[in-house]
Every structure is written in structure tokens, then in C-alpha cells.
């Protein structure tokens, strides 16, 4: 289990007693190679870019098609990314 994955602590109802963890605040695995969006400030759609690395859970770095660094290379968070 990761750091992020323990660090979350689960909810009990009161009916069942068992953990319940919210997968909504998850995304789908992404892999690197999968083409997706880069969301803007203002939640326009740029792109589509390639996944270039996934150097942890919550950021990802992408490329052009061409396989140049898009910003630079900079890890961008996965809440600005959006598959196609």
C-alpha cells in the first residue's frame, strides 16, 4: 500500500459497520502512451497529448505525438487531464 492510499482513512455507516471508500475521488488507471487532454484554467480542452511518464499517482508528464516535452516537460497534476 502506498503512502496516498493509507493516508486515506475510510468511512464506517452506522448500518453495516464495514469500511466504505469513496472511489470517486480516483481516476481510472491512465498508461503511459494513452492520449488525453490538457484542461486549461477556464476547463478548455488542449490537445490531444500523448502521456509521456507517470512519475507518480496524482501527476503525469506529456508529449506531442512527435514525442517533444510539452511545457517543458513539467509534471502536470492528473485533475488537469482528461482522456480522449
Do not use: W
Not at 470517486?24 to 490531444?48: N, T, W
Amino acid at each position: 500500500m502506498s503512502t496516498s492510499e493509507s493516508s486515506e482513512t475510510p468511512n464506517f455507516t452506522e448500518d453495516d459497520k464495514r469500511a466504505n471508500v469513496d472511489t470517486s475521488k480516483f481516476k481510472p488507471d491512465s498508461h503511459v502512451g494513452d492520449q488525453v487532454y490538457l484542461l486549461d484554467s477556464s476547463g478548455s480542452r488542449m490537445g490531444p497529448y500523448v502521456i509521456a511518464s507517470i512519475p507518480s499517482a496524482k501527476k503525469c508528464t506529456l508529449s506531442f505525438e512527435n514525442g517533444d516535452a510539452v511545457r517543458n516537460g513539467e509534471e502536470i497534476d492528473v485533475d488537469y487531464v482528461e482522456a480522449v
